[in-house]
Structure formats: structure tokens, C-alpha cells
């Protein structure tokens, strides 16, 4: 079965510093990954996807991720974090199944103190 | 375009009542979900559909039910709202291809009394 797992349920880091969220999926095939941004009270926003081809992966908002396969991980990097940036992150597995699943994490939340 | 949109923001229900969340899409895009998120637990798919006139269950489907006449609108039907359906609802979309996101509308946050 997919699953996607994220350890970090809280990270705090200062403005500026640079950040990094974990990401590790099971799934038995070749994966198709995707990091989310969710801003209190909103949907979640596509921040970047990994489908096949180079593994470091550029998204919008200066993020990018890197898919390791040996590590079954996909973490989010950025190298200086902006106090907007504070959210709710989450990674996803897609599946082309019936209907293309998508199978989320729980969710990284991010508090960026000045 | 207004890509996935749904109504209501915000309800509050009693114990025992019903009400339909709604999704519109003008994306043109074949396969629909509702995911039911709760904090700490992620996102979890309630119901499926990928296309009109086909639906399916996804991981917590229990007292909810689901309709999809056309490709458009994929409402959410909830039966006899229990505390336990408490929660923020999202609709999404996504095309029928393998290489593909999905896409989120705003949420519904639904409290149920």
C-alpha cells in the first residue's frame, strides 16, 4: 500500500536561515511526488512536482526538492526562509490508479520568527 | 476561469441534519475527489469520481455520498451530520493523464453541533 510519511509534525526557524522538510513514501513503483503549500484558511497550492528526469526538482516561491529513490525521500529545500513563508507543507504520492490517487502526508507546519 | 470552486466557506450543523457541500470545476478536467482534512491526519479521500456518471470510495467514505451528473459538479452529500464530520472539506481536480497535480479549491469548513 502507499503511504507517505512526513516526521516533522512542527519545524521553527528564523527568517533567513535555511529550511528543510522531510519526505519518505513507500509505494512500489516509480513515483510521481508533489510538494503543497497550504496559508491558514486556504486550499493547497502546488509549490512543485517531480514526475521523471533530473531529481532536483525547482518549484515556484524559491523552493526546490530532491528525489532520492535509495531513500524512498523527496524533501523540501530552500536556502533562505521569508516570514511569508509560514504554512502548512505536505507531500504527496501520486498513483495513476483508477482515477489518479493522490495519497498525503500529515503535514510539516512551519513557524518563521524574526 | 475560476478553476475548482466551493460553496459554502463555512456551515454549521446540528446533530442529525443534512446538507450538500458543492464543487464546480470549469477546468474540463475528468477526475474529481473530496478529501476531508483534519489536523495532524493529513488529507483523506472520501469519495472519487473519474468521470460523469462514475464514482467510487475512496479511504472514509462512511456517511457521506456522492453524485457526478456532469463533468462539472461533483457534490458531497452528508446524511445525519455527526460530530464526528467536523472538519475542512476540499474538492479537487485533476486531468486524465498519469503526469498530472491536482487541483484544490478553497475548502468548506464544516462544524457540526
Known amino acids: 500500500a502507499q503511504s507517505v510519511t512526513q516526521p516533522d509534525i512542527h519545524i521553527t526557524v528564523s527568517e533567513g536561515a535555511s529550511l528543510e522538510l522531510r519526505c519518505n513514501y513507500s509505494y512500489g513503483a516509480t513515483p510521481y511526488l508533489f510538494w503543497y503549500v497550504q496559508s491558514p484558511g486556504q486550499g493547497l497550492q502546488l509549490l512543485l512536482k517531480?514526475?521523471?528526469?533530473?531529481?532536483l526538482v525547482q518549484g515556484i516561491k524559491g523552493f526546490e526538492a530532491e528525489f532520492k529513490r535509495s531513500q524512498s525521500s523527496f524533501n523540501l529545500r530552500k536556502p533562505s526562509v521569508h516570514w511569508s513563508d509560514a504554512a502548512e507543507y505536505f507531500c504527496a504520492v501520486g498513483v495513476h490508479d483508477t482515477g489518479n490517487q493522490f495519497y498525503f502526508g500529515t503535514g510539516t507546519s512551519l513557524t518563521v520568527i524574526p | 476561469n475560476a478553476g475548482v470552486t466551493q460553496t459554502p466557506k463555512f456551515r454549521i450543523l446540528k446533530i442529525g441534519q443534512s446538507m450538500t457541500l458543492q464543487c464546480a470545476q470549469d477546468?474540463?478536467?475528468?477526475?474529481m475527489y473530496w478529501y476531508r482534512q483534519d489536523p495532524g491526519m493529513g488529507l483523506k479521500l472520501i469519495y472519487y469520481s473519474v468521470g460523469a456518471g462514475i464514482t467510487d470510495k475512496g479511504e472514509v467514505p462512511n456517511g457521506y455520498n456522492v453524485s457526478r451528473s456532469t463533468t462539472e459538479d461533483f457534490p458531497l452529500r452528508l446524511e445525519l451530520a455527526a460530530p464526528s464530520q467536523t472538519s475542512v472539506y476540499f474538492c479537487a481536480t485533476s486531468r486524465r493523464a498519469q503526469n498530472t497535480e491536482a487541483f484544490f479549491g478553497q475548502g468548506t469548513r464544516l462544524t457540526v453541533v
Open positions: 477546468m474540463n478536467h475528468n477526475y
Open positions: 517531480y514526475f521523471s528526469g533530473d531529481t
